[in-house]
């Protein structure tokens, strides 16, 4: 893998390549997953960013990692079973865990601290919005719509017709996810602390902001990587 990224590359074709690109895009708040079908330059743009300086930081990424071992059992050379227990495994148990263990540190910050930071209020009420989308988004996908898939894998599906639109509707509900982390970021100004935040204040962030990046990646392996198998 030779370092070939222009302006022109699309930004989840970046991420597919060399996926520890993607912390550069989250601390520049370039959507990779759901909206990582566009130019690097039209991301940047987006956000007021130099692209140039956006490549510089790309390079120095590819230069460090360039010779480790890539990060993927799954990336695009992987079959679709091996992505879909990936997923499960590493994605929505991990996922599942942390909605489980957050959410009474998410309920205390807001009741002890809501009177005088009421976007904590709003944080709460979002951050059960995401839980409630999340938990019942993954179930849907192992109950449902991942037999579906390797179904489609294996040749044996009888209505191809009603995989495809499930598939759709998993896109959009990724979409509603992406809308409430969006939404989270804005309401706590990209998780800026006040002077008097607590350690607990500081835990709820922290760990609302790696929820976010384990969520894009979630999104990135399906919608750019598996899904497209199919919708093609």
Avoid at 18 to 29: A, G, M, Q, V, Y
Avoid at 34 to 58: F, M, R, S, T, W
Avoid at 105 to 113: F, L
Wanted: net charge negative; with cysteine.
């Amino acid at each position: 893998m030779s370092f070939s990224y222009t302006a022109k590359t699309l930004v989840k074709d970046i991420v597919n390549e060399l996926p520890k690109t993607s912390d550069i895009f989250k601390k520049n708040r370039i959507d990779f997953c759901c909206g990582g079908n566009i130019p690097l330059a039209e991301a940047a743009a987006k956000n007021g960013l130099n692209v140039d300086i956006l490549l510089e930081e790309l390079h120095t990424v590819y230069m460090k990692y360039q010779n480790a071992e890539r990060n993927v059992e799954v990336w695009t050379d992987s079959d679709s079973h091996t992505i879909i227990d990936h997923v499960i495994r590493n994605y929505h148990r991990v996922s599942e865990e942390e909605l489980t263990m957050l959410s009474p540190y998410v309920t205390k910050v807001s009741r002890v601290h809501g009177d005088h930071h009421p976007e904590l209020l709003k944080v709460h009420e979002l951050f059960y919005e995401l839980k409630k989308e999340l938990m019942e988004h993954m179930n849907k996908e192992e109950e449902i719509v991942f037999p579906i898939i390797r179904k489609l894998v294996d040749g044996t599906i009888e209505n191809r017709e009603e995989a495809i639109d499930m598939i759709i509707e998993l896109e959009k509900e990724h979409d509603y996810a992406g809308e409430i982390l969006r939404q989270l970021r804005e309401i706590t100004s990209d998780y800026e602390l006040p002077f008097d935040a607590c350690g607990t204040y500081r835990l709820v962030y922290k760990r609302l902001e790696e929820l976010e990046g384990l969520t894009f990646m979630h999104v990135h392996l399906e919608n750019n990587i598996l899904f497209p198998r199919y919708l093609a």
